[in-house]
């Protein structure tokens, strides 16, 4: 990939970007090929054991709630999804910069499947049926978009918002699947790049 070179001198660091990728062996690849078709198939079907997967998410979405918590009520109700989002696109990115496809697939197909959970969490703000985890529990528990679409006056659209959440997860998996095809099948790249 060939960036702007206003970027590069701005920017060194991005240089690496253009390097090409390092390659992935065929087997391996179809190894991958078969757990994203499988972890694909669960998510349609809604269950699995490859599912339990979220589960290493929920402590990184609580956190999120702690870390943000010196900065208002707002930001740190908001703080969970946004960490449950930034922590495997930030690991996707440091993949992207070691030139690692494989890891920044993975982590790319998991940001993009965690906004399947945080659309079941959206369209549940007014009907708040939904078993809610917190840290240390209680009876103060926030139901996150009951709270987040009430302040942003969005309460009524919780379904259409989740909806198109839901949708923009489904095309992301699926355009990371094509990436990581492309990228391992036809590696267009396969010379290394001489500095």
């Not at 920017?11 to 390097?19: G, H, I, K, T």
């Not at 290493?56 to 979405?61: A, F, Q, S």
């Not at 993949?95 to 945080?118: D, K, V």
Request: hydrophobic share 55%; net charge negative; with cysteine.
């Amino acid at each position: 990939m060939r960036l702007p070179d206003s970027w590069t001198q701005r920017v060194p660091a991005l240089a690496v970007l253009e390097d090409p990728w390092e390659p992935v062996p065929r087997a391996l690849f179809f190894v991958w090929l078969a757990f994203y078709l499988l972890f694909l198939y669960e998510l349609f079907r809604g269950q699995g054991f490859l599912l339990m997967l979220d589960l290493v998410l929920i402590p990184i979405h609580e956190g999120g709630h702690l870390l943000f918590r010196w900065f208002g009520e707002f930001l740190m109700v908001a703080g969970g999804t946004f960490m449950q989002l930034f922590v495997p696109a930030a690991l996707a990115l440091y993949f992207a910069f070691r030139r690692q496809p494989q890891g920044a697939a993975f982590c790319s197909f998991i940001f993009f499947e965690q906004f399947l959970p945080i659309s079941r969490y959206m369209a549940d703000a007014r009907a708040q049926e939904l078993p809610l985890l917190s840290v240390g529990g209680g009876d103060d528990v926030i139901h996150d978009w009951n709270y987040l679409f009430g302040h942003l006056g969005l309460l009524a659209h919780d379904t259409q918002i989740a909806s198109l959440t839901r949708t923009l997860g489904w095309l992301g998996m699926f355009a990371v699947l094509g990436w990581f095809t492309c990228t391992s099948v036809w590696p267009h790249n396969a010379k290394v790049r001489s500095r």
